[in-house]
């Protein structure tokens, strides 16, 4: 009987453990969804200032420089992770009025992509894509 409440504790345990380890698709879901809510910063920064927004992105993270004065950075919180702009496009430019040009960044790393993106009028909202 002994044995058996030890094993018991024992499953519980590493049960909760196993759910309190975020898995690498939750990673990768919640530094997206980060990077989008910096983007809606900048866009705000954009507006406030007047100024369009450069935002330049590579593996050690994002940098927006809004006019001369503000500069904005995000590194990201995952290594690794591949960032993928539309064809043709180095950086990207968010301009201060309240509509933006669609916009649309893929994240991806060990196989899992997830898009960053914006319509032009609402926020910048993550969606998954199958892969």
């Known amino acids: 009987m002994e044995l058996l409440v030890v094993l018991a504790i024992m499953a519980a345990v590493i049960a909760?453990?196993?759910l309190a380890i975020p898995t690498q698709t939750a990673q990768i879901r919640r530094e997206s969804e980060r990077f989008a809510l910096?983007?809606?910063?900048?866009r705000a920064q954009a507006r406030t200032v007047g100024v369009s927004a450069?935002?330049?992105l590579d593996a050690r993270g994002a940098r927006a420089r809004i006019g001369e004065a503000?500069?904005?950075q995000r590194g990201w919180e995952i290594s690794g992770l591949a960032i993928t702009l539309p064809d043709g496009v180095l950086?990207?430019?968010?301009a201060p009025e309240p509509v933006i040009e669609p916009v649309s960044i893929q994240i991806t790393k060990a196989g899992q992509t997830w898009r960053v993106s914006s319509d032009g009028w609402h926020a910048f909202e993550?969606?998954?894509v199958a892969q």
């Open 16 to 18: 909760t453990v196993q």
């Open 38 to 42: 910096w983007l809606e910063e900048v």
């Open 54 to 56: 450069k935002v330049d």
């Open 70 to 72: 503000v500069v904005l």
């Open 91 to 94: 950086a990207l430019h968010i």
């Open 126 to 128: 993550v969606v998954g």
